[in-house]
């Protein structure tokens, strides 16, 4: 991962964006994710989920029988790459139905839109 400093106002922008993933998948708004994900997004939840482009990824969500009842973004570093491009390291808490909470690592690469910060990659890595 690259280190390179982010503007504050970038660094923040970027935050939201990952703060709104959770937002959108617990209110079931699949169709609203091309707020947050970039159109060539690559989506990579190892056996949960995994699709590359928007439309992909929104058809992947609206099939899962089960989806989690809560998603918590936490621990989020943001490293610039350029002016464009970060890399994310997030951890994040799912609270599934029957009150199992499942832990994971999120890994993504966000890039500057003309809409404004946008996520190109997502790598999920369960925990425990």
């Given amino acids: 991962m690259s280190n390179q400093p982010v503007n504050p106002a970038d660094a923040r922008a970027i935050e939201e964006v990952l703060n709104r993933v959770a937002y959108l998948l617990d209110t079931r708004e699949y169709d609203r994710l091309g707020e947050v994900f970039a159109p060539e997004i690559s989506f990579d939840n ?66 500057r839109t003309d809409a404004g910060w946008r996520i190109s990659a997502r790598r999920i890595s369960p925990l425990g």
């Fill in 46 to 111: 190892p056996g949960r989920l995994t699709a590359s482009g928007l439309d992909a990824v929104i058809a992947a969500f609206q099939a899962i029988a089960t989806p989690a009842v809560s998603h918590h973004i936490t621990n989020v570093v943001v490293n610039g790459v350029d002016d464009d491009t970060a890399e994310c390291d997030s951890k994040a808490l799912a609270l599934r139905a029957g009150g199992e909470v499942t832990a994971a690592i999120y890994r993504d690469t966000v890039t």
